[in-house]
């Protein structure tokens, strides 16, 4: 009976051996199952990550290869403009980089997923296009200094043009001034006489005596010139006084005239008409109020020159 005893003991301890075994064996499967899927859900996290931060360095690349295409566009039709104004056509080859990658661009921004074929073709492209741009701006840059020494040549030119103008004004001037000088007409021979009443006759004679002159007569011989234009003539005689004074008589037989570039009183004026030959002008001239002791002086002029002049003294 205590044998029977025993072996059931044995027997349940075999059992539950064999159950702990068993449960034991389950749990390092389900813990392997675990480890397994721990691992696994980790490699895939790290696939995304790895995915995502390619997929984001691709972005950042493709943006900023369209970012360098665009300066690249804008700075080709900057200097197609200015080639243009100096009448310098842009390349072929250029022209047709400048197609292609435009082509690229509106490809890229137009779709989302971009091959790396494709990025190559723009990076490819985009070198190509800095390369002929950088060989267009050596030559805006010799075209611009050849432009400078254009303008530095031309500005020196204006200046020596306008010293020349000037210089040619000056003379055109001079040479007016002297033809001006040669048509100008001559009164020679000017003479200013006093004469006085005979007593007892009509007969007039010279005298220097103040108290005694009774008008004053004026002689001269306009001079034949060539080059003077035939013509009328207004002949203007101004006699100053010892007083320094243009004299006048009250009316209208004095006036203003110009005289040497200034407005000028006149004692009388006289008509002539020249007519290229020499001509002999004589006239005669009262002083309302009777004459004075003195010197006289007497100009003729015309035309604002003065032809000539005589002066008289009265004791």
Request: aromatic residues 6%; charged residues 30%; hydrophobic residues 35%.
């Amino acid at each position: 009976m205590e044998n029977r005893n025993n072996q059931d003991s044995a027997e349940k301890d075999r059992k539950s051996r064999v159950l702990l075994y068993f449960i034991i064996g389950v749990l390092a499967a389900l813990n392997a199952g675990l480890v397994y899927m721990w691992r696994k859900g980790d490699k895939e996290k790290t696939e995304v990550k790895t995915q995502l931060v390619s997929e984001q360095k691709e972005n950042l690349e493709k943006e900023q290869l369209l970012a360098d295409a665009r300066v690249l566009l804008e700075q080709y039709h900057q200097d197609s403009i200015e080639l243009a104004r100096k009448n310098v056509e842009i390349g072929a080859e250029l022209r047709a980089k400048k197609e292609e990658v435009l082509r690229l661009v509106a490809k890229m921004n137009q779709t989302k997923n971009v091959s790396d074929a494709e990025i190559r073709a723009l990076r490819q492209q985009v070198q190509d296009m800095k390369d002929q741009i950088a060989k267009l701006e050596s030559q805006n840059t010799e075209l611009r200094e050849i432009n400078r020494n254009l303008e530095t040549q031309r500005e020196r030119l204006q200046g020596d043009l306008s010293t020349a103008n000037d210089r040619s004004q000056r003379l055109q001037g001079e040479v007016t001034r002297l033809k001006d000088i040669a048509e100008r007409l001559q009164a020679n021979a000017l003479s200013i006489t006093a004469l006085k009443k005979k007593f007892m006759s009509e007969k007039e004679a010279t005298t220097d005596k103040a108290s005694a002159a009774d008008v004053f007569r004026l002689f001269f011989k306009v001079a034949q010139n060539s080059e003077a234009k035939e013509g009328p003539r207004t002949i203007y005689i101004k006699i100053t006084g010892p007083e320094g004074v243009t004299l006048a008589n009250p009316g209208n037989e004095s006036g203003k005239a110009e005289l040497n570039g200034k407005e000028s009183l006149y004692t009388f004026s006289t008509q002539m008409v020249y007519e290229g030959s020499e001509k002999e002008i004589s006239s005669r001239w009262k002083p309302h109020n009777g004459f004075k002791k003195g010197t006289y002086t007497v100009e003729v002029f015309s035309e604002g020159y003065t032809m000539g002049s005589s002066k008289i003294t009265l004791n």
